[in-house]
Nanobody, 120 residues
Framework: QVQLVQSGGGLVQAGGSLKLSCAAS????????MGWFRQAPGKQRDLVAS???????NYGDSVKGRFTVSRDSAKNTVDLQMNSLKPEDTAVYYC??????????????WGQGTQVTVSS
């Protein structure tokens, strides 16, 4: 069993900052990629940021230059530092990890989600 537990989130004013964290535990051989998706009511789920085991980061267009994803591979954790927040960043944020739970078998696992609300 693999479990991802998120922390952080909450309410912040526009222009402010917030940090999300996620920790993976359980039957893990290795983790290739970790990152974050978000989904606002009535909208599709969008990639926020991802980071590979080699440290290569990718960002959704709407958050480039404002958000930073980081990873501690030894602890199987990933963080999302969100700066210059905008009301349109309001969404439920989901942590994910592409977990190799055997040397040849892998799939995505998801955190429980956390609400981020940005007020104008």
């Amino acid at each position: 069993q693999v479990q991802l537990v998120q922390s952080g989130g909450g309410l912040v004013q526009a222009g402010g900052s917030l940090k999300l964290s996620c920790a993976a535990s359980g039957s893990i051989f290795s983790i290739y990629a970790m990152g974050w998706f978000r989904q606002a009511p009535g909208k599709q789920r969008d990639l926020v940021a991802s980071i590979s085991s080699g440290g290569t980061a990718n960002y959704g267009d709407s958050v480039k230059g404002r958000f930073t994803v980081s990873r501690d591979s030894a602890k199987n954790t990933v963080d999302l530092q969100m700066n210059s927040l905008k009301p349109e960043d309001t969404a439920v944020y989901y942590c994910y990890a592409n977990v190799h739970y055997t040397p040849i078998t892998h799939r995505d696992f998801w955190g429980q989600g956390t609400q981020v609300t940005v007020s104008s």
